[in-house]
């Protein structure tokens, strides 16, 4: 009895694998993009194209759930933020490359992979804020001067080995040597107000507060305190400063995708690639987040714009992924946090 339900079922499955073609008409997403700033971008595409996003955020992790799943897993796509949890993710194996001229023409070189395991779709620069009130125009215009002494207990900023905070410290390596980051790490050490704790906007907070008068943080958080009506206040008591390396440009970090090892809906899923790195895509990320487009010709929103340009730094993204490591040991050596 059991054995004929059992043949049935599976005779019916064969039928309905056999009769129904594999339309792949959506795409499954593993995010690590707040809902409500990929959301925006995956109805246009819907609307557009047909195909359904079936997304699942998960704020950690993604790497560990994409090789415990192994062949089985659902994700065709992955989407995070920081060049080193991108690279993260390609080392653990679970991604796959892909080759596409509307790719490699919308996004830079310098945001890509080259083998084309990851491409990034939006950027952010990591910057100075600086209170309007007790740091003047033109004081503060490199990252070496965030170490010089006289910036003594004024300075703010989140855990040093918080990923953006790595990545800033590679980026510091791949400017001076690791000699020469590990003195700047004491140099900034030493001129903090207080112990690393919080966010990026909990730094600017205390700018508003007077424990500090300049903090690191990415551009985007601007907007974001702009949009609270809590946060207004400390947004308004800082400006934004975009410092360079004295040998380079502003340190930019990037948000990206990957097609996984696992794929099961490979073209559609390259097709929201593709149109995720698309200038109508490349504009509702702008609007909507607040960061950076990639695609050469296409415009961040008017807030961003009023921000002022920068000139980012040329360091490949690839070799700042690459000496996350040695940011993580030296930060640990200097005792940052401590
Ligand atoms: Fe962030």
């Known amino acids: 009895m059991f054995g004929l339900i059992k043949t049935t079922l599976i005779t019916t499955a064969l039928l309905t694998v056999a009769t129904t073609p594999v339309l792949a008409n959506e795409v499954n997403v593993y995010s690590s993009r707040q809902p409500k700033l990929v959301q925006p971008l995956f109805d246009a595409f819907t609307s557009e194209t047909g195909i359904k996003v079936n997304v699942s955020f998960l704020k950690k992790g993604m790497a560990e759930k994409l090789k415990a799943e192994g062949k089985r ?82 300075i703010c900023i989140r855990s040093g080995t918080n990923a953006y905070n790595l990545a800033l410290t590679s980026a510091v390596i791949a400017h001076h040597g690791k000699e020469g980051a590990k003195i700047w790490l004491i140099g900034l050490k030493a001129n903090l107000a207080r112990k690393p704790s919080g966010n990026d906007r909990a730094q600017i907070k205390a ?100 921000w002022g340009t920068f000139t980012a730094d040329t360091k490949p993204l690839i070799e700042i992924a690459k000496l996350r490591g040695a940011s993580l040991k030296l930060t640990e050596q200097v005792n940052f946090d401590e």
């Not at 939006?122 to 009130?133: C, H």
């Not at 509702?284 to 415009?299: D, H």
């Open 73 to 154: 897993s659902p994700a065709d796509l992955i989407m995070t933020t920081d060049i080193s949890r991108l690279n993260g993710i390609v080392e653990a194996g679970v991604t796959q490359a892909v080759q596409s001229e509307t790719l490699s023409a919308n996004i830079p070189a310098q945001f890509r992979d080259p083998k084309g395991q990851w491409f990034g779709l939006t950027s952010r620069a990591r910057i100075v804020y600086a209170s309007r009130t007790r740091v003047k125009d033109g004081e503060v215009t490199t990252y070496e001067d965030l170490a010089d002494p006289k910036w003594k207990g004024r």
């Open 207 to 306: 700018i508003f507060a007077g424990e500090c008068d300049i903090s690191i943080g990415n551009t985007y958080y601007m907007k974001k305190m702009l949009e609270n009506p809590d946060q207004v206040a400390w947004a308004d008591s800082v400006r934004i400063v975009f410092p360079t390396f004295k040998d380079g440009g502003t340190h930019v970090n990037l948000s990206g995708v990957a097609l996984t090892k696992a794929a099961h809906n490979k073209d559609s899923a390259i097709k929201l690639m593709e149109w995720l790195s698309s200038g109508t895509a490349q504009e509702i990320y702008a609007e909507t987040n607040g960061e950076y487009p990639i695609k050469p010709g296409t415009n961040p929103s008017a807030l961003v714009a009023a």
